[in-house]
């Protein structure tokens, strides 16, 4: 018994002496007095006028991100200039992935978010964002410098980075629309000439793959567990001018999606689908491909870093246009911003802040980042000055003139399950009744559209003159009914 | 054999008559009770009103909107995804309860004698419990894998099956499957508690069974069930909650699909409120997952009062 | 006629023994095989993890997935920080639950039956999650929100139930008359718990210790959390965690496996202590006194 005692005793010093070593280091506490409303989001704060950087002192700028793959790089990048600024700004770089958003709303109800921090596209809901004040715009920052390698007009979207005049991030990199990557020596062993234009073409040469692939290679593979729908089938609806919203009349209508889950019911039920593609991940999928055992699957820019470092292809792979219905284009393919460099409203000083961000921005930073491979850059002036040999295979996924970004429709969330959900679903290989989902599917959304914009949640969109390939001269009309 | 019984009853009653010491509180009691009191109200119960004030209201992080019942009326008229994970909880909890139970009961009885290789063995079925779940969810993923996995290349081997199985894929067995992995994730856990609860057993009561010619079988019938009585009520209901509250792996291994197959209420209730991993990111539906939630704690705490009211009547059988 | 009655006790004994080890070993199988899965996967590189196949072993052993796991995890602080963080929950559930559960089990007070009520209640609601944000909240009132003791104190809070309740339980398998005895010494209430009860206790504290300690080293959201804007002071798992993450590109699979298998050796060793004390049960004497 005595020993027991003796045990916890020191269990408990032991202990206490960790808890002083490792707690008395953490650093000092900064006030929290962030004023907060009801929701834990911040009031106004007028943080620009003060924290004028004060000579002799260095700045710290605290920069998250959420990118792990480019880690090195931008590390690398991040030591260089703290190492020219010294006694100046000094970048702290920190990296966080999970739960990433949740962090910053909850570090800027703690006063501990970040100066800035990375962001790209659909990342978060920039209008909520706004409105709770977590980030401000740029425009006030901006320099006519920066204008030169990006083109503010160009780079604007509504609801997606800008709201009316208010820029509140500028993308650095552009993710290309999805491409159908294919393996050429599996086309060739099946006697195909060429990729597909169109999706029937798709479909039959999935299935010729599969035949001569002896139950080891299948034809296409899609991954079920992760984003299923958004990587073939909703690019090959958008090339063909279906999406799920009427821009024209303000509404959502899903009706057009109808051939594309046939097509897909098909290639599964003729065993063209990899098997078990239904729950597949996206890295299995990528693995399988690089190891020849796949035919076609459909990805963005980035598959180039995954197929040649990660998971390196075993052999020759090609990439091409998604194929539309018909062969024909007749609409956006839809492509995203990614590495935007967005400022929070708890700036300690937005100067130092916004000189941080002009540089990570900057061409010196950007040329290398896309040298590496890392992502194709939204700015011309960037890329001209980039050492095309250095990104050959990058480059097969350059920007095509029918890729845009999509005006940003209602987001609203009906009773049931979201829509992409729903449709891939609907691909799979049962006895759902297509028509009927598609017109239930259409009816929910469009109640619950009604039900948000009635409530004030959201506005209703409606673009009259809408052009499904050219978005830049459209008119927007939001109605609160 | 009488003898045994006879010694068996004395050792009961003794619990038995033994009903608590009465009387109101008193200063150690208050001091002792103190921090349990105040971790409940601030950590369970404080969240929870927190969380309850959202039922009425479309909540996406941001902003709310008042809606009054509406969170209600959807979950009893207009959410079939909801009451069919209503019913894959229970099942999902039934089959790993059924599996659990017995096998980690079992091995903490045979591990509790002297046994050769006794701490290997519960090292080894140790080890599982100390992996999180997120990533011995992924491991199985990974050997369930239906194209080139390691589990239906190994059965091919052997000739148990001839074509691969979709082991998470297919309506019919994925439930199993994820099943299998609770199974893995969970029995030494309850094989812990049950070696505690054994430690409670005097190793005379064995003795003088062994001696009046009692063969194991019988002892573990006679002496080890009623025994461990107390403990075993304590152990099926912790493990009745975290069975029925189990959604990390199923997250990992499908999703709650294919098709909803394995869809269970809390990982409903967390992808309403945390956005669904595998899929688009919509708006949170922090109200309405608080309400589900509601819901769900409902219809597991009428489970419970069941099995209370069930155990309760095991308790005069002894 | 004894002789024969023995030998035939001993050969049924055999048997016995060998349908114990059969099924022990088949269940050994069945628990080790995604532990070997783990541990030969962690040296098998990205690619050759993520295909799959029907090779447990790598075809060529990489330690450089330990090293990189090592560097990118930050393992070395990393291990302490859970150390420390889950040492802490574990000394404080040991004391908040055994005090707690005694006192249930043993006395009869006004709303025990309710608070009794209330905990479990809580052990079947699961806002697990979904309570961070209300009690980050909190913890910001208080100035709790930049270590890790406001996570210490939460996982404490949500720990408790569970263990209350078993403690509570094994108190019922205790007599009575070890109590009673104490009393008849002149031990206080108190004195009673400190001196007779909680050696009594020891096996099921053991295991307390244990399943918290456990807890409180896969806890890793909220403490991820309290530490946002100080990553040194994060604990292993989400450091493990986190190399699953890599934003645009594929996941290191391999890398976490590795920091996995990695991350499991600290809490086997604090297991093997532990488990000591599960040998060691009244048995040691304390109904004899």
């Known amino acids: 018994m005595k020993l027991f005692k003796k045990k916890w005793v020191t269990g408990l010093l032991t202990a206490t002496l960790l808890g002083t070593t490792l707690v008395g280091c953490s650093s000092p506490a900064n006030s929290s007095n962030a004023p907060k409303s009801e929701e834990g989001t911040i009031k106004k704060e007028v943080s620009k006028e003060e924290g004028v950087k004060e000579k002799g002192k260095e700045e710290k700028v605290l920069v998250w991100t959420n990118n792990r793959h480019d880690a090195e790089y931008m590390q690398q990048v991040v030591a260089d200039f703290n190492k020219k600024h010294e006694g100046e700004i000094n970048i702290e770089f920190v990296i966080n992935t999970d739960n990433y958003i949740n962090l910053i709303t909850m570090g800027i109800s703690s006063n501990q978010a970040p100066d800035i921090f990375c962001t790209m596209a659909n990342q978060f809901d920039l209008k909520s964002f706004a409105d709770s004040n977590i980030i401000q715009p740029l425009n006030p920052y901006i320099t006519e410098e920066f204008k030169q390698i990006y083109d503010l007009k160009a780079l604007s979207y509504e609801a997606i980075n800008t709201l009316g005049e208010d820029i509140y991030y500028v993308p650095t990199a552009q993710r290309s629309g999805n491409r159908l990557i294919y393996n050429k020596e599996l086309f060739q062993k099946a006697g195909i000439a060429a990729p597909p234009k169109t999706l029937p073409e798709l479909v039959e040469m999935a299935k010729k793959i599969t035949e001569v692939g ?77 190891e020849g055992n796949i035919g076609m699957y459909s990805n963005a820019s980035q598959e180039v870093g995954v197929l040649t470092d990660q998971f390196p292809a075993k052999m020759e792979w090609g990439v091409a246009e998604i194929p539309s219905l018909d062969g024909q284009i007749k609409g956006a393919l839809s492509a995203l911003p990614q590495v935007g460099w967005a400022m929070t409203t708890t700036v300690k000083n937005p100067e130092a802040a916004w000189k941080v961000i002009e540089y990570l921005s900057s061409l010196e930073v950007m040329v290398g980042y896309v040298e590496k491979g890392y992502s194709l850059p939204s700015s011309s002036v960037v890329m001209e000055k980039v050492d095309q040999s250095k990104i050959s295979k990058l480059a097969e996924f350059g920007k095509k003139d029918y890729e845009s970004v999509y005006p940003q429709f209602p987001q609203v969330t009906p009773q049931g399950k979201g829509w992409k959900d729903v449709l891939w679903e609907a691909c799979l290989p049962t006895d759902m009744d297509i028509d009927k989902t598609l017109e239930e599917l259409t009816k929910s959304y469009n109640e619950a559209l009604d039900a948000e914009v009635k409530m004030g949640k959201v506005k209703r969109l409606i673009i009259k003159d809408y052009d499904p390939l050219n978005f830049s001269n459209s008119t927007y009309t939001y109605l609160n009914e | 054999m009488s003898t045994l019984t006879s010694g068996f009853n004395k050792y009961k009653s003794k619990l038995q008559n033994s009903k608590g010491i009465k009387g109101g509180w008193d200063i150690p009691l208050i001091l002792m009770m103190l921090p349990t009191i105040v971790l409940l109200a601030v950590v369970s119960i404080y969240p929870f009103m927190w969380l309850l004030k959202y039922v009425f209201y479309d909540y996406n992080g941001f902003k709310t909107y008042f809606i009054g019942l509406d969170n ?33 009961l079992m091995v903490a009885v045979v591990l509790n004698h002297h046994l050769k290789g006794k701490n290997l063995f519960r090292i080894i079925f140790f080890i599982p419990t100390v992996i999180s779940a997120a990533v011995y969810s992924l491991i199985f993923y990974f050997i369930y894998s239906p194209y080139n996995g390691i589990l239906n290349n190994m059965l091919m081997e052997w000739g148990w099956i001839t074509a691969p199985i979709d082991w998470l894929g297919s309506s019919a067995i994925a439930m199993s499957s994820v099943v299998i992995v609770a199974i893995w994730g969970g029995f030494g856990n309850y094989m812990i508690l049950f070696l505690a609860g054994l430690q409670s057993i005097s190793q005379e009561v064995y003795e003088s069974a062994d001696i009046d010619g009692a063969s194991k079988v019988q002892s573990f019938f006679q002496i080890t069930i009623p025994m461990l009585g107390p403990i075993l009520k304590v152990v099926l209901l912790l493990a009745i909650t975290t069975a029925l509250k189990d959604y990390q792996s199923i997250m990992v291994l499908t999703g709650g699909g294919p098709l909803d197959r394995t869809q269970v209420m809390f990982l409903y209730v967390y992808q309403l409120m945390f956005g669904n991993e595998n899929s688009a990111a919509g708006q949170l539906q922090i109200g309405y997952g608080a309400t589900v939630g509601l819901v769900s704690s409902i219809i597991i705490g009428i489970a419970t009062a069941v099995f209370l009211k069930l155990s309760k009547k095991l308790d005069n059988i002894y | 006629m004894m002789m024969e009655k023995l030998k035939e006790r001993k050969a049924s004994k055999l048997i016995g023994y060998g349908i114990i080890y059969t099924c022990l070993i088949i269940l050994t199988l069945f628990t080790i095989y995604p532990i070997l899965y783990v541990v030969f996967g962690s040296f098998k590189t990205n690619q050759e993890l993520v295909l799959g196949g029907s090779n447990l072993l790598p075809t060529q052993f990489n330690f450089s997935n330990y090293i990189e796991a090592w560097k990118l995890a930050n393992f070395g602080r990393y291990t302490l920080n859970s150390v420390f963080l889950s040492t802490m929950v574990m000394l404080g559930i040991l004391i908040v639950s055994s005090m707690a559960g005694y006192c249930m089990a043993r006395r009869d007070f006004f709303g025990k039956e309710f608070l009794y009520g209330l905990l479990i209640s809580f052990m079947f609601i699961n806002i697990g999650s979904v309570s961070l944000r209300p009690l980050f909240e909190l913890a910001v009132k208080i100035n709790l929100h930049k270590s890790l003791w406001g996570v210490i104190l939460i996982c404490i809070g949500m720990g408790q139930a569970t263990n209350i309740f078993l403690v509570r339980g094994y108190m019922a398998s205790v007599p009575k008359e070890l109590d009673e005895a104490a009393a008849i010494d002149g031990c206080g209430f108190f004195q009673t718990f400190y001196i007779i009860i909680l050696p009594v206790l020891k096996p099921i504290l053991a295991t307390v210790a244990l399943l918290s300690f456990r807890g409180a080293w896969n806890e890793y959201i909220l403490a991820q959390v309290f530490t946002m804007s100080n990553p040194a002071m994060r604990p292993l798992t989400a450091g493990v965690i986190a ?5 645009d590109g594929a996941a290191a699979w391999n890398i976490m496996f590795a920091g996995s298998a990695m991350s499991i050796i600290p809490i086997l060793v604090i297991y093997l202590l532990a488990s000591k004390y599960f040998m060691t049960g009244l048995t040691e004497g304390a109904v004899k006194g």
Request: aromatic content about 16%; glycine content about 10%; proline content about 7%.
């Open chain 1, 214 to 290: 002896g139950g080891v290679q299948y034809g296409v593979g899609m991954p079920g567990q992760s984003f299923a729908f958004s990587r073939l089938i909703e690019p090959s609806a958008q090339v063909s001018g279906v999406g799920p919203y009427d821009y024209v009349n303000g509404k959502y209508d899903f009706s057009g999606y109808k051939p594309f889950i046939e097509a897909t019911r098909q290639m599964f039920t003729e065993g063209s689908m990899i098997p078990g593609a239904a729950t597949m991940k996206v890295d299995p999928l990528r693995v399988q491909f690089s």
């Open chain 3, 243 to 247: 190399l699953k993450s890599t934003g």
């Open chain 2, 72 to 104: 209600f009326k959807r979950v009893f008229t207009n959410d079939p995804i909801y009451w069919k994970s209503v019913v894959h909880t229970f099942e999902y909890a039934f089959l790993k309860l059924l599996f659990t139970m017995p096998i980690s």
